[in-house]
Structures are given as structure tokens and as C-alpha cells.
């Protein structure tokens, strides 16, 4: 079956995390595997991220994350998802993300994880094979 429109991503920075030349690698990545990217940029609140999945109805929520603040940006974000009816989109987190971690953000609904050195390849693929 095919789609009536591209998957739409959207990518976000959270918090203070000042460095986007990964997320900008990713969207490219995407936006050139078919994908809409709507990059919402640097220094997004969780209450940011989930009002711009409502508008945009994106079908993936992707966070890129060198600044060490992802767990509790999560925690935070989860339960505004939650609330909005979000729930049922596919969360997936990049960046730092140490190894101690990913179990919780699982936890958290950030069914994809994927460490610094994670191949391009890798994310496109699993977007394509976890939304339907």
C-alpha cells in the first residue's frame, strides 16, 4: 500500500543544546530518502516540540541530543504527548545518548535510539519500517 503523502518528520533540538550540525546532516538524509523534515531548530521546551507535532501532524518525532539534557527533556515531553493524543507517533532520539541511558528512554516511548556514530542508513530505514 502506498502512502498518500511522504512521511513527515519532525526534528527537534532540545533545550540549551546549541550544536545542530548532526540534526542537519539527518534532515538532509531524510528530506533526500523522500521524507518531509520540519526542523523546528535550536533550543526547543517539550511544550514547544509537542505543540509542533499538533500542528504539523507529523508522523515521527526525532530529537537530536548532544547536551546531555535528554533524559529529563523525555520525561517532560512524554506526558504532553500523552495528553495531546500523540502517543501513537514514532519517537526516535539521536546524539549523546550513553549506552545507560536507553533503556529508560524506551521507557519513555523513544522506541529508536541512535548513539553519535549511527549510520544514515540505519534511521532512514527504521522510519520506513515503523510507520505504516
Request: proline share 5%; net charge positive.
Amino acid at each position: 500500500m502506498t502512502r498518500a503523502r511522504p512521511i513527515r518528520v519532525l526534528l527537534a533540538k532540545p533545550g540549551l543544546d546549541g550544536h545542530d550540525q548532526g540534526a542537519k546532516v539527518v534532515a538532509r538524509a531524510l528530506m533526500e530518502a523522500g521524507f518531509e523534515v520540519i526542523y523546528t531548530g535550536l533550543r526547543q521546551t517539550p511544550e514547544a516540540v509537542a505543540r509542533a507535532v499538533k500542528e504539523s501532524n507529523a508522523d515521527v518525532i526525532a530529537l537530536s541530543s548532544m547536551a546531555g539534557s535528554h533524559v529529563p527533556f523525555c520525561e517532560k515531553l512524554t506526558p504532553l504527548l500523552e495528553n495531546a493524543g500523540l502517543a501513537d507517533r514514532l519517537c526516535i532520539i539521536g546524539g549523546n545518548l550513553p549506552k545507560r541511558d536507553h533503556a529508560h528512554l524506551r521507557q519513555l516511548g523513544f522506541r529508536g535510539i541512535f548513539p553519535s556514530s549511527s549510520r544514515l542508513d540505519d534511521i532512514v530505514n527504521y522510519i520506513r519500517d515503523n510507520v505504516s
